[in-house]
């Protein structure tokens, strides 16, 4: 084995050995440390070309990008070195291919000219001239706004080289003011001829202010002429600029619909999604489903999102999940906001694709970051521990994002973790300016809340008339509590007879303890007529609901015969069923019942005075329940 390993030693010694003599020898190399970028820098201001050269070469080969494009600027001009274009191509090809702006540049325009190759490269020249330009070199904005000004090696297109010479002019630039303007005047003179692409050029410089100052009364008459003239890109930044206003919605349907007829992707899918609304145009599925597959086939991203939607919960289309899934997971591949929302709910509820909890979450914080849902659902997931650790806090700052945003039900539900200080510190005035926000929003849930709020704060004024606007949109709870206001005179004069026709119409709409309520009042006679039939029949409603209270009463009326005929076996069983669900009254009563007594007990009324807060309590969590999906197709 030794005698293995000496002559590889030796070996490895000699080569070390050899390197250094070449280095140390070498005259480029003679100084390991030298920097020969400053070396040669300082050569050049000394103007010892020859040194330069020295310096420049030895710093070029070791990869500096600088000055592979000194070296290569000497060989250009013949300094130090004999003029050489072909060995100036050489190194500024690797000095831009390091993204060095000025070797780009100065690559573009020996390409350009030709020189250093055996032919002129127009093509190379502009993808070089277009590299420095993307990274804001003046001049070869300039070159890349006269190239397509003249068709230089690519296609004439005067709309990319008024671009260009904006850009270039920024640079305070006379060469590239001068060229401007002379831009200016010929598209002003072809569009005053009628040419439809100089209109349309016009109106876009006229729309952003780039070159012109901005005006879109100008913008919008050049926009109409080009459109008139039948072209395609006009007719759509058209309709973009007249949808703008909801009551220029037809108008502009007719200009996106002109525009697609001639292939327009993007005037495709919106008047593919203002087909399948309605809006501005007739709603018409089919033809609605035929624009947004020509767009989303196209690659438009917001297509391919509606056709999604379309397909998954837009009411009148035929639903298919897994076609929804599939332009849902293209948009959102996209980034397109809306669907990752609405594909991270396929994937929370299995729809269309296989259940995947972790790949729903995946799909919501990439939405989370620019759409109100998104941030929504995100929030849930933390909030009720979803695929991850419940987490209030961070829910609540999620909530707080998508709230920000107008999100209705994030509003609500921030407002209740302020108000029950869960996940954020508990704040009166934080609380109520949200649930007024809601409120506003045409909430119901927050304008109870907020009431609940107000009654047990003893403002019992303004929570009458937060409960009294919440029960004239038909919400029985409230109509229950208002009834309970006007029997203790809470916030409002007490009336009685107000209070049997508040619980009779949150009674008719089968709300169980409003049904228990007015049965009482018609047993004791308190507002209403005593009739003991009706008090029966009330009860008895609200016991086949399983209310236990009202099976109590029930029972009471079977043993004493009230409003019933006396039927012990119906008594016993209704006690029974009350004393099960654990009301203690019942127990008691059954008990009694037993005995032969009639000493029973009743309660006198039903008033449950909770906030809304089942998105916290619901058990099993029903996640599709709570979720915040977009429904229909949006410009």
Known sequence: MLKLKLPIFVIALTAIASLLYLLLTNTEYNDLNADGLDRGNSAVQQGDYDEAAKWFRQAAKLGNQEAQ???AMLYRDGKGVDRDDAQAVHWLKLAADQGYTQAQYELAKLMKAGRGMEAADPAAAVHWFRKAANKGHADARLHMAVIYAEGRGIKIDEAIALDWAIQASKSNSKEAG??????????????????????FVLARLYQRGDGLNADMKSAEEWL?????????????HLAELLIQQPSQAPLAARWYSAAAEQGHEKAAAAIGAMTATGFGTEQNNKQALQWLQKAADAGIANAQANLGILYAETEGFTHDDQKAALWLQ???????????NNLAIMYALGRGVKKDLKESFSWLHKAAKDDDKGSYNLALFYLRGVHVMQNEETAAQ?????AA??????TLHLALLYHLGRGALYNEQDTINLYLKSVEQGNPDAIFNLAILRYKSGNYQQAYELFLKAANKGDAEARNIIASMFQQGLGVEYNLSQAANWFEQAAIQGYTPAQFNLGNLYRKGEGVAQQDKKAA???????NQGYAPAQNSLAYMYALGRGLQTDGKKAEFWFDKAAKQGLSIARQNLVVHRQKQNSFTLASQSIELQIRDNILREKPFRLQHWLDVYRTPSL
């Open 69 to 71: 494009f000194r070296f």
């Open 178 to 199: 001068s060229f401007l303007q002379q831009l200016l005047n010929r598209v002003t003179a072809k569009a005053a001829n009628g040419d439809a692409r100089a209109q």
């Open 224 to 236: 109409k002429a080009s459109a008139a003239s039948g072209n395609a890109d006009a007719q759509f």
């Open 330 to 340: 293209k948009a959102a591949e996209q980034g397109h906001a809306k669907a990752s």
């Open 398 to 402: 999620w909530l707080k994002k998508s």
């Open 405 to 410: 945003e107008n999100n209705s039900r994030a």
């Open 537 to 543: 029949y009330w009860y008895g409603k609200a016991a």
